[in-house]
């Protein structure tokens, strides 16, 4: 997104992705209202909607079997009032097909960055291993958008700020029937999460377990045993579980949430996981992620043409973005604290009061829908 919004202004940009497609699985596939807003400002949001796509317009949870609505967005000030579900390989691809129609935007597939070149105490470009050997890539600004593991930022010696997460998810898909969930439905009950989202004619399910349990609890215990526990929690299932016929149909993926407290050294700015690995929680990470593209876009542009990037023009899209990255993060952190408080507590459980005070009054569900879904300090395209 950073990419096509500085080739936007006529910037020269290149991207490098390590790999040969953006095919992975449950990276995440949720395109949140404030990202659709942002299609819509740069004028392609009625060919992305024109793709295969689900529409979520309310998420809910059933705390013991009582269904309770915590966001919805059908009154969000937005074109679109809905998060689109639509799998990251099609949304990357659609953005990617935009920005190399024009001419200073270049895509660098299987091009994998392996490190930083330094000179005169600044980083001046990168090192990547691409198919026909080793290249070097110079630049007078490089942007780490190498998520969670990211390199750039290891190179650079960043400083973390590591919070810890106390849960792992895995993802699996279960067939869906019609007439089921329509929208994204989180199940909590006898010390369990499991969040059906609604693919059409599958669900993408996200089970919420103690971390590092899989190896430990979980799979000692034997699939019989897994099936019967979705059964409990989501008794709907019963007819389906047994299409989870080994534990290679499920992907463990590990969570984790920390910031750089600087997010910038001399000729270099780390955004989005680079920057600030997000929890799966709210399904937030991407869209702060591009909000973090917009945000830099907008800074970086005019100082990129001057060519006078310096350490306060990065320290300024820290700033712009630090707070909202807060924020969120410490909205995740609470909701892990309670996922992880009732995992393994095997009794039924009831919804908390506050909980059941709370939801049922549209201004709570109002006010969730506009902080998941617009974010805090929502970015606008600036040209
Ligand atoms: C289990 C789980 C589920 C999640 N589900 C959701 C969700 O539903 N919705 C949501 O909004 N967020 C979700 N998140 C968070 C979300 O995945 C991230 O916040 C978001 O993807 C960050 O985007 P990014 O562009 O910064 O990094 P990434 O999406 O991680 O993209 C980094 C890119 O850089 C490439 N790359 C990495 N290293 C190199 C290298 N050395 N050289 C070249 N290329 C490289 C990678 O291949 C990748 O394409 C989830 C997170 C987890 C852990």
Redesign the pocket.
Known sequence: MLGYLLARQGIDVTV????KD?FRD?????I?PSTLELLHELGILDAFLALPHQELTELAIAIGGQKMTMADFTHLPTRAKFIALMPQWDF?NFLSSEAIKLPSFHLLME????GLIESNGRVAGVR?NAPAGPVEIHASLVVG???????TRSSAQLPLHDTGVPID?L?FRLSRRDGEPENALGNINYGEFLLLINRGDYFQC?FIIAKDSLSTHIQPAGLPAFHESLVRLVPFLQDRVDEITSWDQLKL????VNRLTRWYSPGLLC????AH????VG???????IQDAVAAARILAPALKSGAVTELTLAQIQRRRELPTRITQTFQVIVHYFLSRSLGNFAPVKPPLLLRLLTPHLLFRRFMARFIGMGVRPEHISA
């Open positions: 490098l992705e390590k790999h953006f449950f990276r995440g596939d949720t949140h990357l091009h994998e960055v392996t990547a958008c190498d998520g969670r593991h990211a390199t998810v993802w996200a993926l590990s969570v984790q955004v989005g996981d680079a690995a997000m929890s799966p399904g937030i990470g991407i869209n702060l992620a």
